[in-house]
């Protein structure tokens, strides 16, 4: 069975052509590298929305969160539902997931620098030099009280 985030589909909802797993992270990547992208993302994580409502945070053209909509619809990110002139977006994290898998691959590597720097971290606390004790010592008067 083909993975579904692998399957390209043409603007007509028809399969165009299978992606390979290149392909649909550079686009998964490429989605995620702006910012206005990912608050379209974390907007269409609470509820599905329209178009017009997504564009209402931004300081940009409608015209210009539609674009945005797009690259995300062809990273297979976003769902565009149409019915006449108005388009309703879903979330669709199937490639976010693709794309966790790829980077958690390289954890292990991640890891083993955390502990490197751990050790370095606690030889460096070993070697410094601890301060001396600083106890108050009573002055003793003139007359031995």
Request: net charge positive.
């Amino acid at each position: 069975m083909t993975n579904p985030a692998l399957v390209r589909l043409d603007e007509f909802g028809a399969r165009a052509k299978e992606r390979s797993e290149d392909e649909l992270l550079d686009a998964v990547f490429f989605a995620l590298s702006d910012p206005v992208r990912r608050a379209i993302l974390a907007r269409l994580g609470e509820q599905a929305l329209l178009v017009s409502q997504l564009a209402e945070p931004f300081a940009i053209s409608l015209q210009s969160v539609s674009r945005h909509i797009q690259v995300l619809v062809r990273a297979g990110l976003v769902r565009q539902e149409r019915t006449g002139r108005i388009s309703r977006c879903r979330l669709d994290v199937g490639p976010i997931y693709s794309a966790a898998i790829w980077i958690n691959r390289y954890s292990k590597y991640w890891q083993e620098q955390f502990g490197v720097l751990a050790a370095a971290l606690e030889e460096i606390e070993e070697q410094k030099p601890r301060p001396a004790s600083r106890r108050k010592r009573r002055r003793r008067n003139v007359h031995g009280t």
